[in-house]
């Protein structure tokens, strides 16, 4: 167990719905990565938040967006769902200054 | 595009036997690689982590680096079937926060 939680476990939505997801860094973490992963491939960079300020992002388009609180806990928002949202959504916690990243268990969404 | 590349596999080992499995990366500016197990259905565990050329051992598993030729591979001694899982390699590029950019995995079957 790597201390960094996800919910919800599973989410099924319809197009044009919006989704948030959540993520609880592990104790200690001030940084938290968001990643999708769709089925058979590897995971891929969505963005990073480090200290309540977004710090990097990946290919996607802005309406995902996302937040993190004081406590370091963050939320992935995904507006105006596509059926091509439907992934394992991987929340990963890491250190500032380190590299390593600890992934939570992950968050199934089916778009249908 | 800094990409990284794995055979997907399966790659399949007897039970006790070695291992191998290898990642290639595009861009020689990188510096920290990592190596983490994926079962299906569940979220990517750190498996080992290595930035220095050569060799790092822990327990059953080996990775290897040469960054001249921008290659990591990861070496599992003594393969059980517990092992069965894909081995995503991952690569942290320089001047990218610390965004990780994953393989597509290779999935290792060992058979009894």
């Known amino acids: 167990e790597t201390g960094v939680t996800q919910s919800p476990t599973h989410l099924i939505k319809t197009r044009g719905q919006q989704v948030t997801l959540r993520c609880s860094s592990q104790s200690g973490h001030n940084t938290v990565s968001w990643y999708q992963q769709a089925l058979g491939q590897g995971p891929q960079f969505i963005f990073q938040y480090y200290r309540e300020e977004e710090n990097g992002r990946g290919n996607f388009p802005p309406r995902f967006s996302g937040l993190q609180f004081p406590n370091y806990s963050s939320e992935l928002n995904v507006n105006a769902l596509e059926l091509d949202d439907s992934a394992l959504y991987l929340c990963?916690?890491?250190?500032?200054?380190?590299?390593?990243?600890?992934f939570g268990p992950g968050t199934r969404l089916t778009v249908l | 595009q800094k990409e990284v590349e794995q055979n997907s596999g399966p790659l399949s080992v007897p039970e006790g036997a070695i291992a191998s499995l290898n990642c290639t990366y595009s861009d020689r500016g990188s510096q920290s690689f990592f190596w983490y197990r994926q079962y299906s259905g569940k979220s990517p565990e750190l498996i080992m982590s290595i930035y220095s050329n050569g060799d790092k051992e822990d327990g059953r598993f080996t990775a290897q680096l040469n960054k001249a030729s921008q290659y990591v591979s990861l070496l599992i001694r003594d393969s059980q079937p517990s092992d069965s899982a894909t081995y995503l390699c991952?690569?942290?590029?320089?001047?990218?926060?610390?965004?990780?950019?994953f393989g597509t995995g290779t999935r290792l079957q060992v058979t009894l």
């Open positions: 991952a690569v942290k590029y320089t001047g990218t926060a610390s965004k990780l950019t």
């Open positions: 990963a916690s890491s250190s500032g200054g380190t590299d390593t990243q600890y």
